[in-house]
C-alpha cells in the first residue's frame, strides 16, 4: 500500500551492512522513512515555489534538508531539472539515468565554456492593451496553441547555448516548399534553363522576406563546405545576386551572415577542383556583386566597404597568398570604383610588378598555368589602372595625364617630378610605341610649356597630398582628392601670386627629391609603360585619343 | 434480564480494552454486588439497543468506520439537489478524521485501505492536504505532524442550512451510524443558519484550520479597522490644485499623455530599449499611495482619510513635486483603455532566478539568484549604450563580460554578501535603497537533531524548539545603490525569510519567514519593532496597506492575515484559498485587497467586512505576482503558466483582458505612477 515497502527497508539495510535486520524492525522503521520522506519533500516544494519554480530541483532538496538541519546530500545539486526515465515494464517507475564516467576521461576533457552571464532584455508586452508583434512576443497563432496548454517535453540536454531572442515564425507550407525547390535546383541544377527561371523569380517574387534568413544560412553553409565544387559555389552566387536585386527583400540585417561567403568566393586559394572551372569567372562575377552590395549598403552601413577593402587589399598586399586571390583582390577593388583603385591599387603597384614580372617571363617561371595565372593578375591590374585613368581623363580632360601620374606617385611623394621624368623617360628611351608618347606629350610638353606656371601648382599640390596619401579612407581621400584637383587647377592656371618666392624653393626641393627617387622613377615609369602601353591607351576616351592623335 | 445484558455488554468492552480477567473479576464482583444492592434502574430500551449495537460492532472497528462512511457518502450523493452541495461539504472532514481515527487506534493497513477507497471524492478539493495525510503511517505522526495535530486539536466549522442540518441527524439516528455520529460530534462544529442553502460558491471554508476555531476568527475579523488612505496625502493636494485647473490646462494634460504615449509606441516599434530610462530621470523617487486623482473618479469621495500611527518620513520638495507631476501626468486605465507593459526579460539565468524587483521608475531591475548574489541592471545607463553604438557594440561589451576582462564593463552591479538563496528584493520607494532576503545562515551545525527525538514539544505547539536551539542567523540585508555596498544587516528570523517588502514611504519594512512570523523594522534598528506570530504555518509574503498603518501576510496555512502595526495584533483573517498564498497587492484607495494562491486562484478581500468580494479564476498555474494600477481600477496577475492577465476591479465581472507570452514566467509586476506596466521574468527555453 504504501510508497516504502518493508522490502525496500531490507535491501536498504543488506547494502549498508546491516544483515540481520528483523523483518519487525524493518515493518516498524518503514512507515518512518515514507513519513520523513514526504515532509522533506514536502519542505522542498515551499523552497521550490519561493524559487519561483515549478519544477523542483536537487536544491530543493538540500534547502528543505538545511530547513530541517540535516546535512544536505552533497553532489545532486544541478541548476536543471533531473531528467528522469521511465523503467521499462512499468508504467510509474522513474529513474535518473546515472552512467559510470571513466575519471580519466573528464580530467582530459577540455574545459567546458563558460557558461553565459545573465542578462536582462527589455521590450514591449502590450501597449495600451495591444500586444506588438515584435519578435520577442509570440505570434498570435502560437498564443491559441498555448492555451491548450502543452505539456513540456524533457529535452536532452545540450551544451549551454546562448539564449537569443526566442524568434519563432511560421513559414507557410508554400515558402517550405519553394524554398526546398530552390535548394535542389541550385544545387543540383544549376545549369538548366529551369534554375534561370528560379533566379528571377527570386529577383522579381515580393512575398519571399521570410525564407531570407534561411537563404542566408544556406548560402554560409553550403560556400563553406563546398569550396571545390565550382558549379554550386557559381550557383550560390547566383542566387545571392537575384536576391539582392530583388526590390522586395531587405537584405540589411541579413549581410554579416552574407559578406564573409561572397569574400570568399573572391578571394579564395581555390574555387573549385578541376581546371577547366573557370573560376577567374566566378571572381569577376563576385566583385560586381560585392561592389553592387557595397553601393547600395554602404549608406546604411559605414563601415562597411572599408572592412571590405580592409580585407581585399590585405590579400592584395600579402606575397604569400596565391595569384589568383591576388587576381580575385584586384578585381574586387576594381569594381569598386576608380576612387578605390587610385588610392589603393596605385600607390602599391609598383612593387607589386616588380613580384609579378618574373611571374609572367617564360625564364622566371617555369609552369605555365601559374604563368598564365600571372598575366591574369596583370591583365586585372591593367584593367584597374586603365579604367582609373579613363575615369580622369573624362573628369579633366583638360589635364589629364599629370593628373594621373601624380596619383600614381602619390606615396613617393614626388609629384613634381614625376613630369619631367617622363619627359626624360620619353626623351632617353624610345622603344615604346608611338601611341604611348602621343598619349603622354601633349601635356607633357603643354606643361614645360608653362614652366613655371605649371611648377607652382604642382608644388602646392605635393604638399596637400601628403596628408592623404596618409590614409587609405576611401571617402575622406577622395573628396579631399578632389578638392585638391581644383585647387591645383585654379591656381595652377589663373593665379601667379607667389610665383617669385615659391620658385627657389620648389626648384631645390625637386633637385633634392629628384636624385634620391631617380632609380625608383625610372623603374617604376618603365614598367608602368611595359605593362599599361597599350592599355592604357585603349582606356583613353576615343576623343581625347583623337585629339592627342 | 437489561441488567445482564448491560453485564454482559460492559463486561465485553471491558475485555475489548485489554483489562485481564482478574481485573473483570473484581468488576464483575462490583456489579453484581451495585445490582443485588441497589434497585434496578430502568433503562431506556433504545440506549440498551444501542449499547448492544455499538458492543457487538466494535469486533471490527475499522470495518465499522469504512461501512459508517460508505454509508454516509452514498446518502449524501443520494440527497435532494437542493442540499446536496451542503451536505457533501461535510464528507471530506469526516473523511479526514476516519482515516486518523484509524491511525490513532493502531489500525495502519485498514486506515490506508480506506484513505485510497475514498480519496478520488475529495482529489480536486483538497488534492494538497491529502498528500500531506497520506505520509501518516502511524500515531506518533499524527501527534508530530503540525497539519494533522491541529486538525484533531481544533473543530471544523460548517455553515449548514438548519434543514439540511436536521436532514443529515435524522439520518446518522435513524441508521444507528454510531460511528459517524461520533465523529461529527467530535470534529464538527455546525453552524446551522435559516432559510434556503446557500449558494456552492463559498464551501472552501470548511477546510481551512484556524488556530482558535471559527469563534475566535468572527471575533478577530469584528474588530475596526481604518482602511481609508492617509490624510494630507499627494493625492489630496492634487485633488485640490487639480480643482482650479481649467478646462484647458486639462487638455493640455490629455494632450502630454497623447504624446507621451506616441513617444512610448515610437520606442517600441523600432525595439527601443530606453524608453523607461527616459522616463527615469523624471520620476526617480517615492511611489505614493496611489488613488485616483482625478475628480471625476468615483472612489475619490468614499475613501475616508485616516492619520498615519507611524511617524512618516518627510519628504523632500522637489520629490513632491516630481510624484505631483507624474500623478498629474496619469494615464486613466479602465477595461476600455489597458496599459501599456513594458517588460525586462532575464536571459541565462541558468534556473537560478528566485526574485526580481523594479524601481518605481523602472530604470533599475534587481534580481535576486539562488547562488546568494543579488545584481543589479541600470536600465537608464544600458539605454544611453545601445542608443549611442548599437548592437555591435553591445554583443562586444557581452563578450568581454564573458571573458571577464573588465569588471567594469559588467552591465550589472553585482552585490554579494548573502550566503543562501535570495528569495526577495525590494527597492525603497525613492530607489535608492535595497532589501533581500535570503536563507542566509551563518554557522550553521548539521546536528542529527532530525527527526525529532521528542514529539512532546511538537504536541505543545512549540514546534520549532527542537530545532532552534541551533545557532542560526537569517539575515535581511540593506544595500545602497548609491555605494553599492552592504549597508546593515537585520538578524532576527531563525529561518529563511521568504518575503521582505518596504512601506510606501520607505524606512520601515516588513519581512516574513518559515518561522511563522512576520516582522516590521525600520531601517535604523537592527531590532524588529513588532513580531506578528500567529500564522501556522509559512509565512509567504507580506504587503503593507497604503495607509502604513496594517500589513498584509499570506501564509501556506491558506489564510491570509492582516495585522495591526500599532498594536501588533492579528485584525483580520481572510479564509477561502485552498492552497498556499504566494502573491497579495493593496488596492490604492485601501478598501480591497487581492490574493493569489498556488492554484491559479485570484481573492478579491473587502477589508473591512473581511470577505470574499469574487474569486478571479483563470490562471492554470502560480500566480507568482499581483498588482493594482494607480488608481486601482485594474488588477494584474502574473503566473507561472506565462501570461499576464488584467482584471476589471470595479465591475467586478470576469471580465479579462489577457496577454500571453509564451516564453517567460512572470515574477513580477507592478505600476508606475503613470501607470506603465513592468513586468519582469524569466525567459525559459522552449522545448
Known amino acids: 500500500m504504501s510508497v516504502v515497502q518493508k522490502e525496500t527497508i531490507e535491501v536498504i539495510a543488506q547494502s549498508i551492512g546491516i544483515t540481520n535486520l528483523s523483518p519487525d524492525a524493518a515493518l516498524a522503521v518503514a512507515p518512518d522513512v515514507e513519513y520523513r520522506v514526504r515532509e522533506i519533500m514536502q519542505e522542498a516544494i515551499k523552497c521550490m515555489r519561493h524559487s519561483k519554480r515549478i519544477v523542483l530541483t536537487a536544491e530543493d532538496v538540500d534547502a528543505a534538508l538545511k530547513l530541517r538541519n540535516v546535512e544536505p546530500i552533497y553532489g545532486f545539486a544541478s541548476n536543471d531539472p533531473l531528467r528522469f526515465k521511465r523503467a521499462a515494464g512499468h508504467h510509474d517507475l522513474f529513474y535518473v539515468n546515472d552512467c559510470d564516467l571513466e575519471l580519466k576521461n573528464i580530467t582530459e576533457a577540455p574545459l567546458p565554456r563558460a557558461p553565459l552571464d545573465t542578462s536582462v532584455l527589455v521590450h514591449w508586452l502590450a501597449i495600451e492593451g495591444v500586444q506588438p508583434s515584435i519578435p520577442e512576443n509570440p505570434p498570435a497563432e502560437a498564443l491559441a496553441a498555448s492555451s491548450d496548454g502543452k505539456k513540456l517535453e524533457c529535452k536532452e540536454e545540450g551544451p549551454p547555448i546562448d539564449i537569443k531572442l526566442p524568434v519563432k515564425h511560421v513559414l507557410s507550407r508554400e515558402l517550405q516548399l519553394y524554398f526546398d525547390k530552390i535548394i535542389e535546383l541550385t544545387t543540383h541544377k544549376s545549369g538548366t534553363v529551369l534554375f534561370k527561371e528560379a533566379l528571377r523569380s527570386l529577383a522579381t517574387d515580393s512575398g519571399l522576406h521570410p525564407l531570407l534568413p534561411y537563404f542566408t544560412c544556406f548560402v554560409a553553409d553550403e560556400v563553406s563546405r563546398n569550396l571545390t565544387k565550382f558549379d554550386l559555389l557559381f550557383a550560390l552566387m547566383r542566387v545571392v545576386w537575384s536576391v539582392l536585386q530583388n526590390q522586395h527583400i531587405h537584405l540589411e540585417p541579413y549581410l554579416h551572415q552574407l559578406m564573409p561567403s561572397i569574400l570568399t568566393c573572391l578571394v579564395a586559394k581555390r574555387l573549385g577542383n578541376r581546371l577547366s572551372d573557370n573560376h577567374w569567372e566566378l571572381r569577376n562575377f563576385t566583385a560586381n556583386l560585392v561592389a553592387t552590395i557595397c553601393r547600395r549598403f554602404g549608406h546604411v552601413y559605414h563601415n562597411l566597404q572599408p572592412r571590405v577593402t580592409r580585407t581585399l587589399l590585405h590579400a592584395f598586399l600579402d606575397p604569400t597568398k596565391a595569384l589568383p586571390q591576388h587576381y580575385g583582390a584586384i578585381q574586387g577593388l576594381a569594381a569598386l570604383g576608380p576612387r578605390v583603385v587610385r588610392l589603393l591599387i596605385l600607390p602599391n603597384l609598383l612593387p607589386y610588378m616588380q613580384l609579378l614580372e618574373p611571374e609572367m617571363q617564360l625564364e622566371g617561371q617555369k609552369n605555365e598555368i601559374k604563368r598564365q595565372e600571372a598575366w591574369r593578375v596583370y591583365g586585372a591590374l591593367l584593367f584597374a589602372a586603365g579604367q582609373c585613368m579613363h575615369d580622369h581623363l573624362k573628369k579633366f580632360p583638360s589635364l589629364p595625364l599629370p593628373m594621373t601620374a601624380s596619383t600614381l606617385k602619390l606615396d613617393k611623394k614626388v609629384a613634381t617630378i614625376l613630369s619631367s621624368e617622363i619627359l626624360i623617360y620619353k626623351l632617353s628611351c624610345k622603344r615604346k610605341a608611338d601611341m604611348d608618347n602621343l598619349l603622354q606629350q601633349p601635356p607633357l610638353k603643354k606643361l614645360s610649356g608653362d614652366g613655371s606656371m605649371g611648377a607652382i601648382p604642382m608644388n602646392s599640390m605635393h604638399g596637400n597630398m601628403q596628408g592623404v596619401a596618409g590614409g587609405y579612407n576611401a571617402d575622406g581621400g577622395v573628396s579631399g582628392m578632389t578638392q585638391q584637383v581644383q585647387n591645383e587647377n585654379t591656381p595652377g592656371s589663373s593665379s601667379t601670386r607667389g610665383k617669385a618666392d615659391s620658385q627657389a624653393q620648389n626648384a631645390s626641393l625637386v633637385l633634392a627629391q629628384a636624385w634620391k627617387d631617380d632609380t625608383d622613377g625610372s623603374r617604376l615609369l618603365s614598367s608602368l609603360f611595359e605593362c599599361f602601353g597599350d592599355g592604357m591607351f585603349s582606356f583613353t576616351p576615343a576623343p581625347e585619343s583623337l585629339m592627342f592623335l | ?687
Request: hydrophobic share 35%; glycine share 6%; aromatic share 8%.
Open chain 2, 1 to 687: 434480564m437489561d441488567d445482564e445484558l448491560v453485564d454482559k455488554v460492559v463486561l465485553r468492552y471491558l475485555k475489548n480494552k485489554g483489562f485481564n480477567d482478574t481485573e473483570l473479576k473484581s468488576y464483575e464482583d462490583k456489579l453484581i454486588h451495585s445490582r443485588t444492592s441497589s434497585s434496578p434502574s430502568p433503562i431506556d430500551p433504545q440506549l440498551s439497543q444501542l449499547l448492544l449495537h455499538f458492543g457487538s460492532e466494535s469486533e471490527s472497528l475499522p470495518a465499522q468506520y469504512q461501512d459508517g462512511y460508505s454509508k454516509l457518502r452514498s446518502w449524501a450523493y443520494g440527497s435532494l439537489d437542493l442540499y446536496k452541495h451542503e451536505l457533501l461539504r461535510v464528507l471530506y472532514p469526516v473523511f479526514i478524521h476516519c482515516f486518523m481515527d484509524l491511525v490513532a487506534k493502531g489500525y495502519l493497513q485498514e486506515a490506508r485501505n480506506f484513505f485510497n477507497t475514498f480519496r478520488e471524492d475529495h482529489e480536486v478539493m483538497h488534492q494538497r492536504d491529502l498528500q500531506k495525510l497520506e505520509g501518516v503511517l502511524s500515531p506518533s505522526h499524527l501527534e508530530e505532524m503540525e497539519f494533522a495535530h491541529t486538525l484533531r486539536q481544533s473543530k471544523v466549522n460548517i455553515k449548514i442550512c438548519q434543514y439540511a442540518h436536521g436532514l443529515l441527524y435524522k439520518y446518522l439516528h435513524n441508521t444507528q451510524s454510531i460511528t459517524m455520529l461520533g465523529v461529527i460530534n467530535e470534529h464538527i462544529h455546525f453552524d446551522p443558519y435559516p432559510g434556503q442553502p446557500s449558494s456552492i460558491i463559498d464551501d472552501s471554508e470548511a477546510v481551512t484550520i484556524v488556530g482558535g476555531g471559527q469563534d475566535a476568527v468572527n471575533l478577530i475579523n469584528q474588530k475596526e479597522i481604518q482602511w481609508g488612505v492617509l490624510e494630507d496625502s499627494l493625492e489630496d493636494r492634487l485633488e485640490k490644485t487639480g480643482g482650479l485647473l481649467l478646462e484647458s490646462d486639462k487638455v493640455d494634460v490629455e494632450n502630454k499623455e497623447g504624446e507621451n504615449e506616441e513617444t512610448k509606441k515610437k520606442s517600441a516599434d523600432g525595439g527601443k530599449q530606453a524608453a523607461p530610462s527616459k522616463k527615469a530621470k523624471k520620476d526617480k523617487v517615492n511611489v505614493a499611495a496611489g488613488k485616483p486623482a482625478r475628480p471625476e473618479a468615483i472612489t475619490t469621495s468614499i475613501a475616508p482619510r485616516v492619520k498615519p500611527e507611524l511617524s512618516l518620513p518627510v519628504m523632500p520638495i522637489e520629490v513632491e513635486q516630481s510624484i505631483l507631476d507624474d500623478l498629474r501626468n496619469r494615464v486613466q486605465l479602465s477595461s476600455a483603455s489597458l496599459p501599456s507593459v513594458c517588460f525586462y526579460t532575464f536571459l541565462n539565468t541558468h534556473n537560478g532566478l528566485n526574485c526580481a524587483s523594479i524601481s518605481h521608475d523602472g530604470a533599475l531591475v534587481a534580481g535576486g539568484f539562488s547562488d546568494s548574489s543579488l545584481k543589479v541592471w541600470d536600465m537608464s545607463k544600458r539605454g544611453q549604450q545601445t542608443s549611442n553604438s548599437g548592437q555591435s557594440d553591445q554583443e562586444a561589451a557581452s563578450n568581454d563580460n564573458v571573458l571577464g576582462t573588465n569588471i567594469d564593463k559588467r552591465p550589472y552591479t553585482l552585490f554579494r554578501g548573502h550566503s543562501g538563496p535570495v528569495y526577495s528584493a525590494s527597492f525603497s520607494p525613492l530607489g535608492d535603497f535595497i532589501l533581500s532576503s535570503s536563507a542566509d545562515s551563518t554557522g550553521m551545525f548539521f546536528k542529527s537533531l532530525w527527526p525529532p527525538r521528542t514529539a512532546s514539544c511538537s504536541a505543545l505547539g512549540i514546534p520549532f524548539l527542537t530545532y532552534s536551539s541551533i545557532n542560526i542567523m537569517i539575515a535581511v540585508r540593506l544595500w545602497s545603490t548609491n555605494l553599492n555596498a552592504n549597508l546593515v544587516c537585520y538578524k532576527g528570523h531563525n529561518y529563511p525569510v521568504w518575503d521582505v517588502q518596504f512601506s510606501p514611504f520607505g524606512h520601515y519594512f516588513a519581512s516574513c519567514s518559515h518561522d511563522r512570523t512576520a516582522r516590521v523594522w525600520s531601517m535604523d534598528r537592527v531590532q524588529p519593532l513588532r513580531i506578528m506570530a500567529g500564522h501556522l504555518s509559512d509565512v509567504d509574503c507580506v504587503r503593507w496597506h497604503v495607509n502604513c498603518n496594517y500589513i498584509a501576510t499570506g501564509s501556506s496555512d491558506k489564510t491570509v492575515r492582516l495585522w495591526d502595526i500599532q498594536t501588533g495584533e492579528c485584525v483580520r483573517i481572510f479564509i477561502g484559498h485552498r492552497s498556499m498564498i504566494l502573491s497579495l497587492a493593496m488596492s490604492p484607495d485601501g478598501r480591497y485587497m487581492a490574493s493569489g494562491d498556488e492554484d491559479g486562484t485570484i481573492m478579491m478581500w473587502d477589508l473591512a467586512t473581511g470577505r470574499c468580494i469574487t474569486p478571479l479564476v483563470g490562471h492554470t498555474s502560480c500566480v507568482w505576482t499581483l498588482a493594482f494600477s494607480g488608481e486601482g481600477s485594474l488588477l494584474a496577475s502574473g503566473s507561472a503558466d506565462c501570461s499576464v492577465k488584467l482584471w476589471d476591479v470595479n465591475s467586478s465581472t470576469k471580465t479579462t483582458k489577457s496577454e500571453e507570452k509564451n516564453s517567460d514566467t512572470k515574477l513580477i509586476l507592478q505600476f508606475s505612477r503613470r501607470n506603465l506596466l513592468f513586468g519582469a521574468g524569466v525567459f525559459s527555453k522552449p522545448s
